[in-house]
Structure formats: C-alpha cells, structure tokens
C-alpha cells in the first residue's frame, strides 16, 4: 500500500482566511489546529500590522530599555510568566545574556532567538521572538505607558526584509536521565555544591539529567511530592506572605518573578496569580511529577519546588526569594508538602 502524501502546506493568504475565521482562539492553540507553529501564523500576516526585525537580543534588548515600562511574557508548553517593568540594566554575551532589574529579570539564551517580528493589532503593539522551530522564545508587550516612540525607533533601527519563514522539527524532550551506578558519585558531588548553578554542568558531567538526578539522588537531596503540592505551595505562599522566585522558562528564555504572590485564582485545569504586576497561568494538569530539591551554597541550603511534565520537560521552579530575606519560612512550607503516593 503506498504512503499516503504529505498534507500540502498552507499558503500565507489561507493562513491568514482561517485566522478571520477564528480570531479568538489563543494564537498557539490556533496555530496548532492548523498544523504550523505560532511563528509560521505570525510570520502569515507580514505586511497586516507584521514587521519581521533582526531578533539579535544584543541589538533589541538596550532599544527595548528604552520603552520605558512593558509586559514581559515567558512562557513553556505548561506555563506562562507574565511580568511588568522595564529592561534594565542588561548584560549581553554571546552565549548567555541577562536582564536584572528590579522586576524584569531574565536570562537569555541568543542561539534559539531566530525569528523576530514587531505585531500591531489595533491598539495592541508587541515584539515577538521565535526559534528555529516557529516556537515562542519570549513576548514584549506595550502598555499605556510605554514609551510607543521608542517602538517606532527600533522597529525603524531592526526592520529586516522579509523572507518565507522555513522551521525545522523539534527534538523530543529528553525523558529522566540517571545512572544508579553511579549514585553515590551524584550524592558526593551534589553534598560538595557551593552555588545552584553548579547542578546542571555536575549532572551532565554525570551523564544525566536533572529530573533523573531528582529519582535517584535520595534524601536529603531530593523528596518526590504529589502533584498538588506544586498549588499548595503557591497557596501557602500567598496566605503566609512569604515572598519566592518563581522561575519560567524554554531553551531560549528564563523569567524570573521575585516577591510576593498574593491572588490565586484557580479556573478549570489551571492556576492563575493575578497580581497587578505579576501574572503567572499554570496548567496544574500537565504536571506529573514533582519534586522538593535542596542544593547547598555558601549562604546556606536552596530549597526549590519543580514541576514537571509526562515528557520529563521542567515545568516551572520555586525558590524562596532570598534578597534579604530568611529563608525559613519558605523551607518551612516546603516541609509540611505531602509526598507523591508509594
């Protein structure tokens, strides 16, 4: 029996019509139903309020600073990081990049910033940024009082001629990665840990990954929990006022929130914050594992909450937020956090 053919691509005018269609579906899960990425729906209406730009952070981010105040948006299959400020100070690098404001704190990953566009729809203005695979890397949302001359300054300064946006496949994510022959090694290494950042070069050292160190490290490195752990700790947090990090991220972008949370708002499958200046939309169904995890440093030990999905993908992470802050009351919580079922 002969293979059935490939389905033909669809051309950027029909793209465009199925969209007028069903404009208010997210443009994600649109673009999903459809068959292409949210870049190549995107990239479909270059020249309908779409301007492709050079999506080279050294040469976006200073002209994004700028802007003054804006809505910074990272997000993963499961999770989405909304956040309000402004891009300062940043610190370029060809491998790795940084904002550390106040509120917009980031850490960027230039390789998988690939495809740039500056998106007017009405009112609504933003930059948006993809990687090879037409997924979003991070999101630049306007407000009333963001600075729309600098806007039209960089989409001036970064405008690119516009070329057929061609993706490539993505991976599969990596499933957990351990090697119990080689645990005591792990637990010896992990106990010598003096900064978190540390783990991911210790695990891949190790030949794993870190939700297989997570299965086989043991106490009292590692505590598996149960999946409701990950809202009752957002809730806990919020009632007791104790201010965490809140880490989002995918291979191009890390968003980091850093202070309270105060207004949880659970709807059908998700957990919502609905802070004025900190949003955060989880899918608590995505998540199939998590993990309570402690690393040593030199200020004293990092107790985190992970989430992760039924690919082995990390979700989310939660630290207490450690700017002159004890930590105790974090670690407290994070005890009192019921274990996943034996």
């Known amino acids: 029996m002969a293979d059935s053919p490939a389905p033909r691509a669809l051309s950027a005018a029909e793209i465009r019509a199925r969209r007028l269609q069903d404009s208010k579906t997210r443009a994600r899960d649109f673009a999903e139903s459809i068959g292409i990425s949210e870049g190549e729906l995107?990239?479909?209406?270059?020249?309908e309020g779409v301007t492709p730009i050079r999506a080279l952070p050294d040469a976006l981010i200073p002209m994004v600073g700028r802007m003054g105040e804006v809505m910074a948006?990272?997000?993963?299959?499961?999770?989405?990081?909304?956040?309000?400020?402004?891009y300062e100070p940043y610190t370029d690098?060809?491998?790795?990049?940084?904002?550390?404001?106040?509120?917009?704190?980031?850490r960027i990953f230039p390789a998988h910033w690939v495809h740039g566009f500056a998106v007017q729809e009405g009112e609504k203005r933003s930059l948006q940024i993809f990687d090879a695979h037409g997924d979003a890397v991070h999101k630049i949302h306007l407000r009333d009082s963001s600075d729309h001359a600098a806007f039209d300054a960089l989409v001036t300064a970064l405008r690119i001629d516009p070329v057929p946006m061609v993706v490539t496949p993505?991976?599969?994510?990596?499933?957990?990665?351990?090697?119990?022959?080689?645990?005591?090694?792990?637990?010896?290494?992990?106990?010598?840990?003096?900064?978190?950042?540390?783990?991911?070069?210790?695990?891949?050292?190790?030949?794993m990954n870190r939700l297989g160190a997570n299965r086989?490290?043991?106490a009292p490195w590692a505590r598996a929990l149960s999946v409701e752990a990950v809202h009752m700790a957002l809730q806990g947090a919020a009632e007791q006022a104790i201010p965490v990090m809140i880490f989002v991220g995918n291979m191009g972008c890390i968003q980091i929130h850093g202070g309270r949370i105060e207004k949880l708002v659970p709807m059908g499958p998700w957990i919502n914050v609905m802070d004025p200046r900190f949003n955060l939309h989880l899918r608590a169904d995505h998540i199939t594992e998590a993990w309570a995890v402690r690393k040593p440093t030199r200020t004293g030990d990092a107790i985190s909450?992970?989430?992760?999905?039924?690919?082995?993908?990390?979700?989310?992470q939660i630290f207490a937020w450690r700017k002159d802050v004890p930590a105790e009351p974090w670690n407290d919580l994070v005890n009192t956090l019921p274990g996943a079922p034996e």
């Open 42 to 47: 995107v990239s479909a209406h270059v020249g």
């Open 73 to 86: 948006l990272t997000r993963n299959r499961s999770a989405v990081h909304e956040r309000v400020g402004v």
């Open 93 to 106: 690098g060809i491998h790795a990049a940084m904002v550390t404001g106040s509120e917009i704190d980031l």
């Open 170 to 207: 993505r991976a599969p994510v990596p499933s957990a990665k351990a090697d119990v022959t080689r645990s005591d090694e792990l637990r010896s290494e992990w106990a010598r840990m003096t900064d978190t950042h540390q783990f991911l070069r210790m695990v891949q050292r190790l030949k």
């Open 216 to 218: 086989i490290v043991g």
């Open 305 to 316: 909450v992970e989430a992760f999905d039924a690919d082995g993908a990390l979700i989310l």
